[in-house]
């Protein structure tokens, strides 16, 4: 089963070793590497999805990224108007 990871997601290092089919070990070893940024919290990791979707497919989280901004500065010029 394939589940949509959002960008605004968070994930626990279960879920995300899920969503990336990945062992625990390694899940550990890019968590160590910084090849995936988390933060602790009460002891666990959380990993935002933003995250998952930049280590599996740059050009989709770019894609993300950008859209979020134009959208992020369309609703700051209209604002602005108010």
């Known amino acids: ?3 949509e990871i959002k960008p605004g997601g968070v994930y626990t290092t279960t879920e ?11 899940i550990k070893r890019l968590l160590k590497g910084g090849l ?8 666990q990791y959380r990993i935002l999805g933003h995250e998952i979707l930049r280590l ?4 989709i989280d770019r894609r993300a990224t ?17």
Not at 16 to 26: G, N
Not at 67 to 77: D, G
């Open 1 to 3: 089963m394939i589940k």
């Open 36 to 43: 995936i940024r988390a933060n602790k919290i009460g002891g």
């Open 56 to 59: 599996l497919s740059p050009d």
């Open 66 to 82: 950008n859209s979020y901004q134009k959208l992020k500065r369309n609703v700051a010029r209209t604002v602005k108007y108010w």
């Open 16 to 26: 995300t070793r899920e969503l990336l089919r990945i062992s625990d070990s390694t």
